[in-house]
């Protein structure tokens, strides 16, 4: 169990429409990174939040968006949703501010997009 | 090109044998790690380097600054190490991207 805890598992929608990720990172863990891996592209970088701040943004679409509250955990926003977007989304954390370091990843959430 | 390039794509083995997984990129980096998910999805990081070698029971890691080169060896290979292992890089211009390696599958039969 690596401490991060994503929900939910899985999401069916419709094209479209909005949906919520949720990203609880380890206890002390200030970093929170989203990433998004499909059958066509891989994995791939979306954003980073470090203590409530927007610190690196990777290949997010202008259609996706994250925040990170003060309890730390974050919410991944993916509106006007595609075929294209249904993929598994991961977040990890890390104590610090960069990729230079050890990351905890959760199980992931696997959107479905019919 | 694919700035980190991972070899082989796919990897059978029989139980106990010896395999490595290479992984070449072309950008210089901070950090390398290695990561291992097994079917139904889960990621585990398994190390993180930026130089040299580092070991975690029957895995070894190594890195080579500038061949721009890393391996992950697995010694007395068992079917539970069947996974995908993944490469990827901390870009030393800006720490806070990770580039991805596409994976190498990899079965080891008893």
């Known amino acids: 169990?690596?401490?991060?805890?994503?929900?939910?598992?899985?999401?069916?929608?419709?094209?479209?429409?909005?949906?919520?990720?949720?990203?609880?990172?380890?206890?002390?863990?200030?970093?929170?990174?989203?990433?998004?891996?499909?059958?066509?592209?891989?994995?791939?970088?979306?954003?980073?939040?470090?203590?409530?701040?927007?610190?690196?943004?990777?290949?997010?679409?202008?259609?996706?968006?994250?925040?990170?509250?003060?309890?730390?955990?974050?919410?991944?926003?993916?509106?006007?949703?595609?075929?294209?977007?249904?993929?598994?989304?991961?977040?990890?954390?890390s104590v610090g501010g960069t990729h230079s370091e050890k990351l905890f990843f959760g199980s992931g959430t696997q959107l479905s997009v019919l | 090109k694919n700035e980190v390039e991972q070899s082989p794509q796919n990897l059978t083995a029989q139980e106990e044998e010896f395999i490595t997984i290479n992984c070449s990129y072309s950008v210089g980096i901070s950090a390398l790690h290695w990561l291992q998910q097994h079917p139904g999805g889960g990621i585990v990081s398994l190390f993180m380097l930026s130089s040299g070698k580092k070991k975690h029971g029957r895995l070894i890691a190594t890195i080579n600054i500038q061949?721009?080169?890393?391996?992950?060896?697995?010694?007395?290979?068992?079917?539970?190490?069947?996974?995908?292992?993944?490469?990827?890089?901390?870009?030393?211009?800006?720490?806070?991207?990770?580039?991805f390696g596409t994976g190498t599958r990899l079965q080891v039969f008893p």
């Open chain 2, 67 to 99: 061949e721009k080169h890393s391996s992950l060896h697995i010694t007395a290979s068992h079917p539970r190490d069947s996974a995908v292992y993944i490469c990827a890089v901390s870009l030393r211009r800006n720490t806070d991207k990770l580039i």
């Open chain 1, 1 to 93: 169990d690596s401490g991060v805890t994503q929900t939910p598992k899985h999401l069916i929608t419709a094209t479209g429409q909005r949906v919520t990720l949720r990203c609880s990172p380890r206890s002390g863990d200030l970093s929170v990174y989203w990433y998004q891996q499909s059958l066509d592209q891989g994995l791939q970088f979306l954003i980073q939040y470090y203590n409530g701040e927007e610190r690196a943004k990777g290949n997010i679409l202008e259609r996706f968006s994250a925040q990170q509250f003060p309890d730390l955990h974050s919410e991944l926003n993916l509106s006007s949703l595609e075929l294209g977007d249904s993929a598994l989304y991961f977040c990890a954390s």
